[in-house]
């Protein structure tokens, strides 16, 4: 079948599926969206409140560098994004200790001097990682193709991917005692914290592969993005439209129809049913389980519903506040405890100058801690006034450590807005509000887009390479390569 006559239909316009739809249209391929909410962008999309432009999750753009994932995409699908590098990525904070993140780590090293070994590794491992994922990364390998194409990858960048070899079976934290740096709480707690937001797992857990890219964020650069994060989606749709596809909000999609082993189309929850070639599913196999008559579950790697979800506040905070913080985005961490659940938090103002973001002389905040969404479901079940309960106990901690760590911050508060994994579920269609993607511990027994299905397919945070914009990006080329050898090699 020619690209043309090809039909696609995605469901869900997150980044992970607004860049496969938008990467197939551009070949030709005939691209529906169905989108459940009235904007795109899912985990990355900035909504209207009160006067305010927030930004739901993602506050960081990243994976625009040179070559990076987001800079490729842009470069081939004509999209000039509107984005800006920050001169400082984020300002890390612990008891008395204060870091800036930026493209040199000479702060860093200045602090824990014993680390300069690590990093230099680290820059090492990180940029031949970035070489690897720059084009369609054929892991988790699915036959004969993916096995030479990895092969012809590391073929490619000779000697350096042999220096891969040692690192993939190792931990994070193995890795920092090769360096004996695993002994120093602080510096462990500065790596965790880092790790945790872009492996979604502390060192103990975290595979090293995987760390030495999470670690690379702030020297790869970090970009605000103009009228919010949600601007990426909206451009990525635009693209689609551009290319001759279509983006349609408000369409749940609530039945798949199939065949054996085919899917035949889609059911939507306003009574419309449209027929496919292909499927490209932008959801977590926990939130297919929810879709009436198909059961992922069937899929015998299918990983436990276990994750991490978000708490969330979204303040309207002065302007000049953060002028006196000197960063605009902060990460804070408690004195002691295991990290997330208020232990840890994300802060995020919208930039100076940003028109439209917040009322004058105010900035829109975002703050996310992660949360565990069993305890927010299991309040629930007892009823709004536990889950209410629970809410303004997340608020109250949450505030609690800005307190301690910008003691003015409470005077600068002009207005308080709560979320919870209950909320994620509700605005993205995620089970249980899991969002962040997997824990990164291991390169083995990631999922890929295939599915039982010859011609579904997933896409997302919920594949690998896993979360953050360069990531889904990296794993929606996979996905789109993987749809159009099905559509060969089947003659769709
Ligand atoms: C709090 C938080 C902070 C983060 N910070 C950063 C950051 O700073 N930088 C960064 O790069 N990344 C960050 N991330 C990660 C990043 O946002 C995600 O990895 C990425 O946006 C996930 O995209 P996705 O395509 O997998 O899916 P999603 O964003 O979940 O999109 C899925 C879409 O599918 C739609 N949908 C679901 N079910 C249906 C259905 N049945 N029918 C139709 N549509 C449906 C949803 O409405 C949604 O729009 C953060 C995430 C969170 C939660």
């Not at 005939?30 to 990355?44: D, I, R, T």
């Not at 079976?169 to 920092?176: F, K, N, P, S, V």
């Not at 926990?286 to 978000?310: I, N, V």
């Not at 002691?336 to 829109?364: I, W």
Request: glycine content about 10%.
């Amino acid at each position: 079948m020619d690209l043309p006559e090809l039909h696609c239909i995605v469901i869900g316009a997150g980044i992970g599926g607004l860049a496969a739809g938008a990467l197939l249209a551009r070949q030709g391929v005939q691209v529906v969206v169905l989108e459940a909410q009235s904007y795109p962008g899912g985990c990355a999309a900035t909504f209207s409140s009160g006067g305010y432009r927030f930004d739901a999750g993602a506050t960081v753009g990243c994976g625009f560098h040179p070559g990076g994932p987001l800079d490729k995409l842009g470069r081939e699908l004509g999209i000039d994004w509107p984005v800006r590098r920050e001169p400082l990525a984020w300002q890390y904070r612990h008891r008395d200790l204060r870091l800036d993140l930026a493209s040199s780590r000479e702060n860093i090293i200045a602090r824990f001097p014993r680390s300069q070994a690590f990093w230099d590794e680290q820059s090492r491992l990180a940029r031949i990682l970035w070489s690897f994922s720059a084009g369609a990364l054929p892991w988790p390998i699915s036959g004969g193709r993916d096995l030479l194409g990895i092969a012809g990858k590391a073929l490619a960048s000779l000697p350096d991917s042999v220096r891969l070899l040692p690192f993939a079976g190792r931990t994070a934290l193995e890795w920092l005692r090769h360096h004996r740096l695993h002994d120093d709480p602080d510096f462990v707690r500065f790596i965790d914290a880092q790790l945790l937001i872009s492996a979604q797992t502390t060192s103990r857990h975290a595979n090293a592969l995987n760390a030495a890219i999470a670690l690379d964020l702030p020297v790869a650069g970090t970009w605000r993005v103009d009228g919010g994060i949600g601007a990426v989606a909206r451009r990525l749709a635009e693209s689609i439209e551009r290319d001759g596809g279509a983006v349609l909000y408000g369409k749940k999609v609530t039945r798949l129809d199939s065949i054996r082993r085919e899917v035949l189309g889609v059911e939507t929850s306003d009574g419309d049913a449209l027929a496919a070639d292909a499927i490209i599913a932008n959801l977590t196999p926990e939130s297919f389980a929810l879709l009436d008559d198909f059961r992922p579950a069937d899929e015998p790697d299918a990983p436990p519903a276990s994750g991490w979800s978000a708490f969330m506040l979204y303040l309207g905070v002065d302007a000049s506040f953060f002028d006196r913080a000197g960063a605009d985005h902060l990460q804070i961490v408690a004195p002691t405890g295991e990290l997330g659940e208020c232990r840890s938090l994300f802060v995020s103002a919208s930039p100076v100058g940003d028109a439209g973001r917040a009322p004058d002389g105010q900035r829109a905040v975002t703050v996310s801690t992660h949360t565990k969404p069993e305890r927010w479901f299991k309040a629930l079940q007892q009823g709004r006034a536990a889950y209410e309960a629970l809410k303004q106990e997340y608020t109250d901690r949450t505030l609690a450590l800005l307190r301690e760590q910008l003691p003015e911050f409470d005077g600068a508060i002009r207005s308080v807005t709560a979320a919870t994994p209950h909320s994620w579920e509700q605005w993205t269609g995620r089970h249980r509000g899991l969002v962040g993607g997997y824990a990164q511990t291991s390169l083995f027994g990631v999922r890929g887009p295939a599915t039982k299905y010859k011609n579904l397919f997933l896409t997302g945070d919920s594949i690998f390479p896993g979360q953050s914009l360069p990531g889904v990006v990296t794993g929606a080329r996979r996905t789109v390569e993987l749809v159009l050898r099905r559509a060969k090699k089947l003659r769709w």
